[in-house]
């Protein structure tokens, strides 16, 4: 690991997360393509369900994608499901996004208790940890307080993060919406915006809403203008959602979003022109 003063001058020479997935939205458009080495793509990509199917279906994809999206976020269970080897092979992935410049966003949906939170935020935000990312998804559900060790580390290494508020499967409303006009999920979206203000174009506490969240942002009465915080927008392509049923949910919102996608894209490989070419369409029609 490099020494504690290298450390601190790569944390302090590094832009602001919102600031570097603003500038690389301008550049490759609104779309981030997951990571989701599922054993059904690693079969169909003729490579076996054990950590060399799951290294040369990582290192494949950010190959193929480098230079093409905004950003690339892996799933990180299907990394730990191959165990200590699975997580040697989610460095390998993290290190090959930063040296082809591309942002990445670990999509760990971490939260716990603070004492706890600080050891997570240390793994996926540190500056010299082999897991760190750009951005780490987390979820807020014991207590939004309870994340403070991670918000405070993202903005001391200009790393971000994105907070679970509406999210993209049926069961979340069953928590999210509680409370109608005071719903769960304004609340968290109400601090995210405390974290975020005065930031230009937007913070680096970015939110988590579903590409398939239909009108429920109108019906919550959330806006998220003022949360200021990037969109990351699941839901696109394999739960349903189009480019066109996003833009009628987001209306207003729309220059947030990070739409992303993960089956929909990967099923187009291994062939790399394939995969850019699948990327593209799905980019087009967020566009
Ligand atoms: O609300 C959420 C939060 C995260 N996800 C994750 O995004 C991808 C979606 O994969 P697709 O293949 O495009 O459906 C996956 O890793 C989820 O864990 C989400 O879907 N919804």
């Given at each position: 690991?490099?020494?504690?003063?290298?450390?601190?001058?790569?944390?302090?020479?590094?832009?602001?997360?919102?600031?570097?997935?603003?500038?690389?939205m301008?550049?490759?458009?609104p779309?981030?393509?997951g990571?989701?080495?599922?054993?059904?793509?690693?079969?169909?990509?003729?490579l076996g369900?054990d950590?060399?199917?799951?290294?040369?279906?990582?290192?494949?994809?950010?190959?193929?994608?480098?230079?093409?999206?905004?950003?690339?976020?892996?799933?990180?269970?299907?990394?730990?499901r191959?165990?200590?080897?699975?997580?040697?092979?989610?460095e390998?992935?993290?290190?090959l996004?930063?040296?082809?410049?591309?942002?990445?966003?670990?999509?760990?949906?971490?939260?716990?208790?603070g004492?706890?939170?600080?050891?997570?935020?240390?793994?996926?935000?540190?500056?010299?940890?082999?897991?760190?990312?750009?951005?780490?998804t987390?979820?807020?559900?014991l207590?939004?307080?309870?994340?403070?060790?991670?918000?405070d580390?993202?903005?001391?290494?200009?790393?971000g993060?994105?907070?679970l508020?509406l999210?993209?499967?049926?069961?979340?409303?069953?928590?999210?919406?509680?409370?109608?006009?005071d719903?769960?999920?304004?609340?968290?979206i109400?601090?995210?915006a405390a974290?975020?203000?005065?930031?230009?174009?937007f913070?680096?506490?970015?939110?988590?809403?579903?590409?398939?969240?239909g009108?429920?942002?109108?019906?919550l009465?959330?806006?998220l203008?003022?949360?200021?915080?990037?969109?990351?927008?699941?839901?696109?392509?394999?739960q349903g959602?189009?480019?066109?049923?996003?833009?009628?949910?987001?209306?207003?919102?729309?220059?947030?979003?990070?739409?992303t996608?993960s089956?929909?894209?990967?099923?187009?490989?291994p062939?790399?022109g394939?995969?850019r070419?699948?990327?593209a369409?799905?980019r087009?029609?967020l566009?």
């Amino acid at each position: 690991m490099p020494s504690a003063e290298a450390r601190a001058a790569a944390a302090a020479a590094r832009a602001p997360f919102g600031q570097r997935l603003a500038a690389a939205m301008a550049e490759h458009g609104p779309l981030c393509v997951g990571i989701d080495p599922h054993p059904s793509l690693l079969a169909a990509w003729g490579l076996g369900d054990d950590v060399h199917g799951l290294r040369s279906f990582s290192l494949s994809v950010v190959e193929a994608l480098v230079g093409q999206v905004a950003a690339l976020k892996p799933q990180v269970a299907l990394y730990e499901r191959h165990g200590s080897r699975g997580l040697a092979v989610l460095e390998e992935t993290l290190a090959l996004c930063a040296q082809g410049h591309v942002l990445s966003i670990a999509d760990a949906k971490r939260g716990d208790i603070g004492s706890t939170m600080a050891a997570y935020a240390d793994a996926w935000l540190g500056e010299g940890s082999p897991l760190a990312a750009d951005a780490v998804t987390l979820s807020p559900y014991l207590g939004y307080g309870s994340l403070r060790p991670a918000l405070d580390l993202a903005a001391a290494t200009g790393r971000g993060v994105f907070v679970l508020g509406l999210t993209s499967n049926p069961e979340g409303k069953s928590v999210q919406h509680v409370g109608g006009a005071d719903s769960v999920a304004k609340g968290i979206i109400g601090q995210v915006a405390a974290e975020n203000a005065g930031a230009t174009p937007f913070g680096s506490t970015g939110l988590v809403i579903g590409a398939t969240v239909g009108a429920a942002l109108e019906e919550l009465g959330i806006d998220l203008a003022a949360s200021n915080a990037p969109i990351l927008a699941p839901g696109l392509g394999a739960q349903g959602a189009t480019g066109a049923d996003m833009k009628a949910s987001f209306g207003a919102f729309w220059p947030q979003v990070l739409g992303t996608s993960s089956r929909d894209v990967l099923k187009a490989g291994p062939d790399a022109g394939a995969l850019r070419d699948a990327a593209a369409a799905t980019r087009d029609s967020l566009l």
